[in-house]
């Protein structure tokens, strides 16, 4: 032990159900995105709050995935996807990605293009990260897929969609904090 002297945490070790699990993560605000492939193993999406930057050398982005959702295979099977990260307007959007509605629902509530790696990238998205998978990681219900960076689209609304506890929120420049 070094010189800092911490207190230890007064509560013993919790046993961690997965809805405490659950609870303890609806606490932190997350952007949302769509993702999306397509491909010789056909077009699929989903929404999607797992999405971290691991490097921006190369530039590479991690996606955690229920191996449930299904869209797993068609994923895997192309190899691409890409990440449009929602604005304010897409609540919609999210909500259809992310309940049991058939592709031309889900696909027919927006705009839609192609880039690089033929995903369909969502035409007014506040960013979207087109990428190619290079490496998959397995852990219990999930694959956590590495994906280098090709093409980043960003001509869309500025305000952002955020899940916070539970709901969705926007958060634009009016909200920032003075330094
Ligand atoms: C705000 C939000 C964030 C989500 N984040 C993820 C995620 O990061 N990874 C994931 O696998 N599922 C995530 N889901 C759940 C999937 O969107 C959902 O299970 C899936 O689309 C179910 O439909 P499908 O299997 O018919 O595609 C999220 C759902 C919502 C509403």
Redesign the pocket.
Known sequence: MGSLAFEPYAEPLPDISQKTYRDAMARLG?A??V?TTDGPGGA????????TSVTDTPPTVL????T?????AALRENGVLCINTLGSRHREV??L?????GLEARFGSARWRTGTTGAPILADAVVSFDCRIIDEKSIGT?SVFFCEVLGLPHDGEEEALI?YRRA?HRLGSSSRMEN
């Open positions: 997350s949302v995105h993702i699929g999406g989903f929404t999607a709050s797992a999405v996606v955690c995935v229920n449930s959702v299904s869209a797993f999210s909500r990605f992310s309940e049991k509605v999930h899940y969705y």
